[in-house]
């Protein structure tokens, strides 16, 4: 099986090509991407740091994130509650179309977002960004939950409820801590699509861009390129900082519940 | 018995067209070890969890101490419940599980610790206050569900199916303590099992159920030497049908003819139901003995061995009766100097009418 | 019963606080979901002449995006684009999915996984700019091939083109692939394959009538998972497709907002959308046999 092992970690650099090529042009001296490469700077940081439209960019994305991630998450949580504790008719219709977005290509969710908008007379603003983000982390935070609510017993909150505490301090003394780190990892994860996204801000941002959108109006300048990479890196680091946060909590929630590792997110 | 702490009265369940209870009546003496046994999905559970308010019934009535239930939530009765999966928190430590229902108690805080720091005295379990509740063994976890509902003085525990995730060894020691326990806090426990066994050794009375209703309840011996019906007779233990003819129904006591054994007369407490239609006669495998070498007795017939099969203490036999189709199976205690016979071997088998039940 | 009375008693029963927890996020995307989609519907049978929209109902926008050459030479196109990175995504994904499941040790599956999953969690937009450069007339993989002597000029069919688009999709959607082939691969019985095995099976002959036939739901889900979303990918074709690649979601893009024509916009969604239910629907239903039943 060693030829196996090969292919899996040729791969693996295959995957990681883009981001490990994307400091490299960030750091390097020199305003066209292509090698050879020509020495260290830090200028396209610093002058990331002069950009005023970048500033109004990271604000917007970042309170479209925030909000988006917490929206994603309450949904996420109602959901992902209702399909694995009750059963009610329609369930898997309902939960099924909840989790479409996932699979419905991105460009016809923002179009059709759009049309119907203007139709009802809103303007494209931060806040259609966010109805738009918020559809599509939905079915990322009910699939991270299930996982919560799978591996958590039900009879601990009947125990709960037999043992004297209301439905509701029952939540907030069982269910709340046990699903908890499902939560955060909902968070992070929510919060780093929302960040990255472009087609749905891209149609319904109207004038407030998001980094995404206008790191797009930048890559028409050839002479940004540099400044591009050297945001694009900040992004990639930030991602992957928030995905390493979200992996540790996901585990600390499964050895709290004292289970075994089985996987991934998704 | 006691009066009654729990009283169902016709309780009915319905999941959609699903008929899980159809009318429930018994009275649960206070202090008493009831078991409620049954094979699954003859609503044992569904009856367990209805008397602790998880489950809404859909007709009748449940009297706790003299109370209806109706309407009444789990969290506001006085029952506590030891999970089948014992349900123990795994972010809790073990110390904090044992105290987690006296969080509204008015107890000060030094009282709940020792309160918490007995109930795992009881339980076995003293020192064990600290460790995390996931590093747990399945016999530990036990214990704990066990002091945890305890702690709260209940009136009644709900036990479902405690002993099933067990294994052998542990599940015999569990139950002698958990009788033991019972004894001493001298609360009502009612125990769900399929384990018949089970609920012979522990229980004071046993409610037979099959599809959503009580075939029989009665103490563990009466259960086990007259059970009301065929269907009982074959859940516990091991039985004889040996189909039989009606010579003479007197009154009181009735006369059958058994083909290969031959006449009887039985008790009215030997005849559960007298509706007529095919009857036959029940006799536990222990109830019969063979013979050896010149033993006699007041009943014999004879037949030939069919089958044997050899248990250490025990010798179960087939055997073919002479002058019928029937096969009987009886067993033997392999004692000292008592021969084990082998297949085509003759044998004399000595019966009493007295250890028969009749069927119809 | 009174009518307040009945009514908190439906709440209480199982399927009411059910519906009760669902009915937000499942209005939510009733409203942000079902409700746009009707209206591209609805849109897709207007016309529009300038910024006025003609609500008369017409089968115009369907009768000319069927029949010009252009509309469907572009949703040809991107069929075509999109199966080649399914089968090229599927092929390269399966034998990841089988090396993690099958040769990883139990408690190194889940850090390769989270390797894997990584790069799909950064910004698509970068990833997808820096393919531009990897593949570009002096980028690396040139640069790379040149300087082996394998080649003596830059090749020029990787970039611009549908190549491209495949290459870096295929690149985009690899986790979507490997995960769902991962858990059909992990939902295997260790012991069929000692079955196998044991019946007089080699090993390869034990992988195409056990572990494969067995995988293929995943392989099926990894299948429409990847295929489905590329269909209207829209940044890929324009950042490497250069004329030759570009595809549906392009055109869809053009329509709305360069040329006003947001009922042929609708339209082209309409069918792009109608050609990936049918082709889905297709899929599943010509392996159902062996999908059947798991």
Redesign the interface.
Known sequence: ?RG??V??IT??V??????I??PL?AFNDGTI???PLQGFTLDWFVELARTEALHDATVNSIFIAVTTAILAT???L??A???N?????G?GG??G??M??L???????A???????L?VGLSPSIWTVI??H??IC?PFS?AILNGSFANM?K??E?????????PVSTFR??TL??VMPGIVASLL?CF??SL????IAF?LSGNEPTL?VY??GQ?RFPGRLPV?MAL?TI??IL??LL?VTA?YFR?RGLR???LE?????? | MRGPIITLEGVQKYYGEYHALRGIDAEIGQGEFFSLLGPSGCGKTTLLRAIAGFEDISGGRILLDGRDMDGVPPNRRPTNMVFQSYAIFPHLSVAENVGFGLRKSPMSGAEKKTAVGEALEMVGLGGYGGRAAHALSGGQRQRVALARALILKPKVLLLDEPLSALDKKMREQMQTELRRLQRQVGITFILVTHDQEEALIMSDRIAVMFEGGIAQLAPPQDLYRRPASRKVGEFIGMMNFLPARLIEAGNPSVEVEVPGLGRAILEPDQCPMGTGGEISIGLRPESMTLLFDGQNAERVAQGVVEERTYYGDMTYYDIRLDGAPNIVQVSMRNMPGRRVLDRGDRADLAWDARAMVLFC | MSQTARLRRAFRTDSGKGLTLVAPPFIYALVMLAAPLGTILLFSFWTQDFLTIDRTFTLDNYREALSDPLYSELLFRSLRIAGAVTVVTVLLAFPIAYFVSFHVRPDRKSLWLFLITIPFWTSYLIRVFLWRVILAFDGPVNGTLMGLGIIDEPLSWILYNANAVIITLAHAFAPFAILPIFVSLEKIDRSLLEAARDLGESRVATFFRVTLPLAMPGVLAAILIVFIPTIGDYVTPRLVGGSGGTMIANMIQTQFMRLNNAPMGATLAVIAMLSVTVISLLLVFVTRRWTRGR
Do not use: N
Request: charged share 15%; net charge negative.
């Open positions: 099986m196996l092992k292919y899996a791969y693996l295959f995957l990681y090509a883009p981001i090529l994307l042009f991407i292509a090698f309450c949904f996420g109602f959901a509650r209702a399909g504790r009750h059963s009610f008719p369930k309902i939960l179309f909840v479409l977005p699979v419905l290509p991105e460009i016809i969710v179009v059709s977002l759009l049309v119907a908008m139709q109805a738009g918020v559809l939905t009910i017993d009879s601990l009947e125990a709960a409820v037999d043992l004297g505490e209301t003394l069982v801590p046990l994860i780093t699509i990255d996204e472009f087609i149609f995404p790191l797009w890559l591009i694009g992004l990639v991602s992957i995905l992996e585990r709290r519940a004292g590792d089985t996987g991934g997110f998704l």
